[in-house]
């Protein structure tokens, strides 16, 4: 592993990414198995919160650059401010966010006519070997992980169930775990996902409006609800 821990080192509370929850509540949080999921609903600052670590120890994007230039990373420079880590050891990694993904694999493509002259075509053909959209959507997920998460370092991922299956998250746990089984890397992934939130061993931290806190596979509330359904989806639309 690389990193040992983090916290949020100010009680500020007003302003964006500030007022989330998970920002507001990250504070001493314990990283100490190889696989962390960041977990709760919508708009509680899980993606701000892991694109402030991304940010802090600079990793490289989808596009194998280093830079965070877009103005929509101006609130994360500054939370990265005010981020600590306890870091084990320095590394390499990369971070790995929905939206990059799919603007790198149409930026690539989009001219067709002029793919000699595109530098995000260019760039995809050096990276990953491969047109990606001679893929579908989560094998070009799958093929980027594959090529990337080679060596050992730290791998931060938002929400990559948005690219993939149910099967092709099942293949992400399969990929992860055999890297796992060779290097010493350390993923932090945030996730709705309970498909991927079952994988084994992996530390949860859910985040609700009262607190940010360690829970169990069987006790978060996308388990519970995702389970309940399935279980008699009837239930749930019963008419009076």
């Known amino acids: 592993m690389y990193i040992r821990s983090l916290n949020i080192t100010t009680d500020r509370v007003q302003g964006f990414p500030y007022n989330t929850e998970a ?18 609903d919508n708009g509680v600052g899980k993606s ?5 670590i991304a940010y802090k120890l600079r990793l490289a994007r989808i596009n194998n650059t280093l830079g965070f230039q877009e103005e ?3 609130p994360i420079a500054e939370l990265a401010e005010d981020l600590e880590l306890d870091m084990i050891r320095d ?11 799919g603007d790198y694999v149409i930026k690539g493509n989009i001219f067709d006519s002029f793919k000699s002259q595109n530098p995000t075509y260019q760039n995809m053909m050096f990276n990953y070997g491969q047109n990606l959209a ?14 990337r998460v080679k060596r050992q370092g730290i791998y931060i991922f938002d929400e990559p169930e948005s690219a993939l299956s149910p099967l092709h998250q ?9 890297h796992l089984k060779k290097e010493r890397s350390q993923f932090i992934i945030a996730t709705h996902s309970p498909i991927l939130m079952a994988m084994p061993d992996a530390l949860i931290y859910e985040v609700t ?14 388990y519970i609800i995702t389970k309940t359904f399935l279980n008699n989806p009837k239930a749930y639309f019963r008419e009076d």
């Open 48 to 52: 701000s919160l892991i694109e402030a």
């Open 23 to 40: 920002v507001r509540y990250a504070k001493h949080i314990n990283l100490d198995q190889p696989v962390t999921f960041i977990v709760g």
């Open 170 to 178: 099942l293949s992400l746990i399969y990929l992860i775990r055999e």
């Open 209 to 222: 409006k009262n607190g940010m806190q360690a829970t169990p596979l069987q006790e978060v509330e996308h």
């Open 72 to 74: 929509s990373f101006e």
């Open 91 to 101: 590394g390499r990694g990369f971070l790995f966010r929905s939206e990059d993904f």
């Open 134 to 147: 001679s893929f579908s959507h989560g094998e070009a997920f799958l093929h980027i992980i594959t090529q």
